[in-house]
């Protein structure tokens, strides 16, 4: 369009507009100062960008490589046949033809492709694949028939593993997708189920037919296959019944990675209110879980797909029907795992297979033992050992009385530490119990050799004895072993003296006494035995997190065989730390039988890791005979927006809080043991990183509604529409500071708050969901990061379109044709976009999801931006006009950065939608076919595109004097409105937009249909639609008394 067109059109009013706007009013008016480049200004812009391209750089690069959890996961061997269950038809799920079902036959092992086992169903996650199973189920058919001779309960049985082809869908992306998948679960359970006793009927083997049909199934999940599992209970079609154990593996039960569909977040909501209501008596519930068991296995550090934090299901059910657990805890594995590595661990599947085969009873119709049995077994696999008991003996597992003459015992004088030589050691040797210490501790290089047992005196110089297990394997700690996955193992126990009231000894059984006795070359091993007081093996460091952070922990322990060190305050899963261990060769001479090792743990999940070898080490600088040796700790706890009580047995049990340090040390060896811990700042980086990265996103909209609101404000004063960033530069000098100090003092009231819940408002659930006094300034520097990412992306954007501007001189047909031409076919071109539009609202309506639309609109709202860049730069001889042009131009631009800050909620839908479209999948996704989430965008993109009008001032500056009163109350009133549905819509997105990102779309969908209302109302069709409606409610008003 050429100057001489829009001179044509404002002379002869072709755009009718109201009064007080620039096109009928104009007064030359200069930029105010607040909102003009000066140098200081420029220096802010420019620092700010630095600042967050910097922060930003480095937490990527702290979260790829400061994690520092090697890996020791082994590579199981299997020979996978899948079975496709084609009766599985759409005569039995609508999903038929989206969905497949599988049975896994583990080839030369499992002969037939009959069921005569007990089900299992596979649920893989977000892009997953069905054959993800093949270890698990590879694992279990070669234990059960390489036990099978041993198993002498009866009730054991095989495992039918069945697996669901979802074709890789995204599911942690889409609501609708995991509902899906959750009905078409519960429909593969119905078919499973019913193929037992199909079988069984054309079977000749009595044992089978004399066992009860199978009436529920077990279900494993990864990943979001684990909230389609929960989801189950919750739908139409589930059989209630029909499921009875649930295990998970890296499944985020707390908090979606992804929550840009808001059925996810629904979905969330609705399962966590059935699962932590599932165990009440209330009407609504009635015990609808209380046979349900939930084990959640999480990967650790490693796993950089979802935050294990978020795996913790102790707030959802309680301890007494599951656990979460980390594969650094449990015995045999030790070793962290990436999120689909924890599918193909050998050392974790071997576990699994074994615990999931030890709960099968089929002589019951849920095929497994019951809830307690079940969990017995469970936490026996999974579950070091280490946790603390009771205290008072209740919870010790003790065997059968047998009784033995004391003279065919070796009774052991009682030292501080005994150092029995293995070579040495008599058949039964007996420790005295005595009240002057508080617990006993035993440490073996041989744990399979020796058994305890508790005992007392009898008559006839008798005793009698209990075995009593609590000898528990732990990783072995030498010059060979350097991480605790290395395959070695000790043996440790640790009694209580309350735990032994009632006996008089330790007793120690050699189990290998007779093959010792006959051996030509028998090897050194050690059995060490000492005392624990909780006076003087007991630490508790009782330091601020501020005090941490400043100068850090230093302790010294002394030689021991088992110390613990309690620091509470360490409980944040965003902090990492350094630990340096510092110490000295055996002043004596002697060797060390093993090297110190360390375990650290925490109170709200069953996670725990090894350190050994910690001894191990170059020489330090300053003192020639100390070895110093460095090691990184990090640790997972609460989850953002989670509840601050975690129901655990360790924490409601003992009241332990925060970090638990437990070393290992050889008590024979008589120098101490030296550690320093501090914050390792940049592996910090990373972790917080890591887990608010949501956060950024959302305050990046925030950023550009603060600037919105700034150049609105300079527009109805003065009618000049400023850039994006000389707004940026009015809220760096008036705004900013003003929300930063908001913000802070936010976020440190939530983290003071010692109640969850106050009136309306749920504390752990706005801003950033941090609880912790510590990291109460985090939103502030989300914000600021937020600022900085806004102003570089201005300044790039504004560079882009210019060159893009500049380029279309290549193309004059874009930007310019004939005054005639342009009028004669304006009415055409109306015409066309409204057809456009409304065969784009059909489409919305029926086939394609409105996130598609968003994209095109975004697309088209750039090429608008080019053009409309190129009019402004061309001069006119009409001021008025050449201001008109640079107004709409920056009016626009704050609109596409409002896009582009919207882009984000709205690509990974669409990303799903084309992915379905490539694997000729058709069916609609019914939560993103609402045409009123796109038709305000839409339409004013459009209006845009066609129309050289931006929203109305609404303060007037001339005209007579009653109309001017008239317009400037209607004026103000409209432009207070404005203010506040924008600071309305930033308030509740920095509350809540972190937690739920898709209402900040759904919000901002609202304040572009009132940019439209007020376009509208400023237009010459609102009068005449005011006048209509006057008219007719004045004329029925006066024919009522008639």
Known sequence: MNPST???LVNNNTWPSSPGSPSSIYEARKLPNKYTFTLTTRIYLLLSFLFSLVTIVFMVDSFLHEQHDAKGCQVPYMRPRYVKQTDFDSEKTRFAGKYGLYLYRELDVDISDEVTGTPVLFIPGHAGSYKQVRTIAAEAAYQYYQRKGSLSHNGAANLDVFTVDFHEEFSALHGQSLLEQAEYINDAIDFILKLYPQTRRHDNDRKLNN??????????????????????????????????????LSTPHLLPPAPFDWQISAIYDRIDAYWRHGYDSSQQYKFSLQDVMLISIAGGTLDNTICSDSTNVGDLI????GFTVFSTAIPHVWSAADHNEILACHQLEKILAKSVLDIIDTRRGSQTKPLVDRMSIMQRAFLSGLEDRRGDGSDLHLGNWTFMSLDKCTLLDRNDYLNIDST????????????????????TDQMERYGLLLCRHEQNRMIGCRSVDILVPVPSSNDRDTYPFSGNEFGFASISMNETIGYDYLGIMDHYYQQQQHSATQKQNFLLVGTMSIGQNTQVIKKSMLGIAWNGIQVTLQPSLFSTVHIPTIENPMLAYHLKITSSPCSSGGIRRFSPFLRQSITTMYESKFYVDLASGKKSDNQNDQEE?????????????????????????????????????DPLCDEPLRFDLTIDWYATMGRVGFRNGMMLLTFSFIVVMLVFVGQ??????????PSFTEGLIYCYHYTFPWILALVSLASIYQCNRHQTYFSWISWPDILTGNMDGFFWWIPALGLIVSIGMISGISMVMDASLRWCSSATIFFPSWTTSSSSSWISGESQRIQRRVIVTLILFVLVATVIPYQFVFVLGFLVHIVTCIRTLRLSRSKSPLRRLDQMRTNRYHYMQTILLLLLTLLPFNLPILVVWIRNLSVYWLTPFSSDHNVFAIAPFLIHVEMLTTSMKIIPRH???????QDNNNAGNSGRWMAWTTYGLMYGIIVYAFLYGVKYPHSIYFLSNNMVLWLLFLQFWSSRYSYSTFTTLLHFFTTNKRRRPS
């Open 318 to 321: 309680p301890s007494t029907h």
């Open 6 to 8: 829009m001179e044509l």
């Open 424 to 443: 040495t050691l008599p058949r039964m040797a007996l420790v005295p119990i005595h009240s002057t210490f508080d617990a006993l501790t035993l440490l």
């Open 629 to 665: 040796m460095t090691t990184h700790i990090s640790i997972h706890g609460r989850a953002a927006f989670s509840s601050i009580s975690i129901n655990t047995p360790d924490k409601s049990t003992t009241g332990h809080e925060g970090l638990l340090m437990q070393f290992w040390m």
């Open 955 to 961: 303060q007037p500056t001339s005209g007579d004097k």
């Open 712 to 721: 609105l404000q300079c527009y109805n004063r003065t009618g000049i529409f």
């Open 211 to 248: 066992q009860p049909d199978p009436s529920s199934i077990i279900l494993i999940g990864h990943s979001m296959g684990g909230i389609v599992a929960r989801t189950t209970f919750t739908l139409p079609n589930y059989q209630p019944g029909s499921i009875h154990n649930v295990i998970t």
